[in-house]
């Protein structure tokens, strides 16, 4: 299958090619909205894009007038095109049926196993129990091709974007972060070559950014959302378009705020979990869900408490005469040129949350669950109506 889909669409495009040089880096574009990854918890952003959405009085097809990029992980990285691309009817109706239309199901070969009256999160877990115990090659329990023709059938692919667009996905193979990214015709080249430059430079240069293939999007998306263990891993061709398996993009950043923050000076991020609470796990699902949940929150926690320090560390800087940066420079015998270039590849970004307060009711597998699904849509609205609110990181 990987040498048959090489050899049909060739290597994918390259990694952006952008200018090392920060100076004359535009760090204010416009507001960004990113959006975590979290299975059923995407209900959430759901509800609270719907709030969103009602507010701003756009109409389908009609951008978040706020935001000038979206980026996303994994659910996240679903609900973010239809953001992108202003689909705002079917994004409320995916979420408000979602439950009914067996979106996820289990391989054939492991869904003979479970109880046709068990959820799909026990049956998850009695298959993964299966798996394990098997000596074959299992990669994964879950119809990965299922949830791609539920893909091609409820979303419009070929939408035009009107919102910039980036999302994470995890090359397994040599395990670290790639993004994707679609971006409007109407984007001037140099507005894009800019745009593109400061995220390359935020990424640094060992990260790929590559414009989607439009022919295998679908597949981009799917990889984004491809949770290990559950779903096979997704073989696409990497830079040098050799056949490559793609995870979960939640692995390495479920909160894409590098992305975000490379090109705008504020941006609004929808988390899926509560600061902390305390939570005892009873099942296998439930320790499943939790442990991959913990490895995002920490990951996401970092990544946004990094963008803070950076921010205050820039902002400092700034307030520092240059004949004080001079001292410093000649006391502790630091290059006076590096230091005002490490000051350029800084970035000024306010953070905005929008989070619940408690633990969801919605878990990552459960999108049969039809009463915590609207329950999880419903806070989503309800936050919504509250709105973003500054984060701020307490060093003590």
């Excluded at 760090?27 to 609270?48: D, N």
């Excluded at 630091?334 to 970004?349: C, E």
């Excluded at 309800?382 to 709105?387: E, I, M």
Aim: charged share 20%; glycine share 8%.
């Amino acid at each position: 299958m990987a040498a048959a889909l090489h050899a049909e669409i060739g290597p994918l495009p390259a990694v952006a090619q952008v200018s090392t040089d920060a100076s004359q880096l535009p760090r204010t574009l416009r507001r960004a909205l990113v959006l975590s990854g979290g299975g059923a918890l995407g209900a959430y952003e759901a509800g609270a894009l719907r709030t969103l959405v009602a507010k701003a009085g756009v109409r389908e097809g009609e951008p978040l007038p706020q935001y000038g990029l979206v980026t996303g992980a994994s659910i996240g990285a679903l609900n973010g095109f239809l953001v992108a691309t202003a689909q705002w009817e079917m994004l409320d109706r995916i979420w408000q049926s979602i439950s009914s239309q067996n979106v996820i199901r289990l391989k054939p070969r492991f869904a003979k196993i479970a109880q046709s009256n068990a959820g799909v999160g026990s049956r998850v877990a009695q298959a993964l129990s299966l798996a394990f115990g098997s000596t074959s090659n299992v990669q994964g329990v879950l119809d990965g091709d299922h949830l791609q023709q539920w893909l091609l059938q409820y979303v419009d692919l070929k939408r035009p974007v009107v919102t910039s667009f980036f999302w994470s996905v995890t090359n397994l193979s040599e395990q670290k972060v790639e993004y994707f990214y679609l971006l409007p015709d109407t984007l001037s080249k140099t507005s894009r070559d800019l745009a593109l430059r400061s995220i390359q430079l935020s990424l640094g240069p060992n990260v790929a950014v590559r414009e989607a293939d439009r022919s295998i999007l679908v597949e981009l998306l799917r990889a984004s959302a491809a949770v290990p263990l559950a779903f096979d891993p997704v073989v696409l061709p990497d830079v040098q378009g050799r056949p490559t398996q793609y995870v979960d993009g939640g692995v390495t950043a479920n909160t894409p705020v590098n992305v975000a923050r490379a090109v705008s000076s504020a941006v609004d991020a929808i988390l899926l979990g509560p600061v902390f609470q305390r939570t005892n796990y009873q099942s296998m699902i439930e320790i499943t869900s939790g442990s991959f949940g913990t490895m995002q929150r920490s990951i996401m926690e970092y990544a946004v408490r990094a963008a803070y320090l950076e921010t205050f560390v820039w902002r400092a800087i700034k307030q520092v005469p240059d004949s004080f940066l001079q001292q410093i420079s000649a006391r502790h015998e630091i290059d006076l040129d590096q230091l005002k270039l490490f000051s350029g590849y800084l970035a000024d970004t306010s953070f905005y949350v929008l989070r619940p307060k408690t633990e969801l009711p919605a878990n990552l597998f459960g999108f049969d669950d039809e009463k915590s699904i609207n329950a999880t849509y419903r806070v989503g609205e309800l936050d919504g109506q509250v709105g973003f609110s500054e984060f701020t990181y307490k060093f003590t």
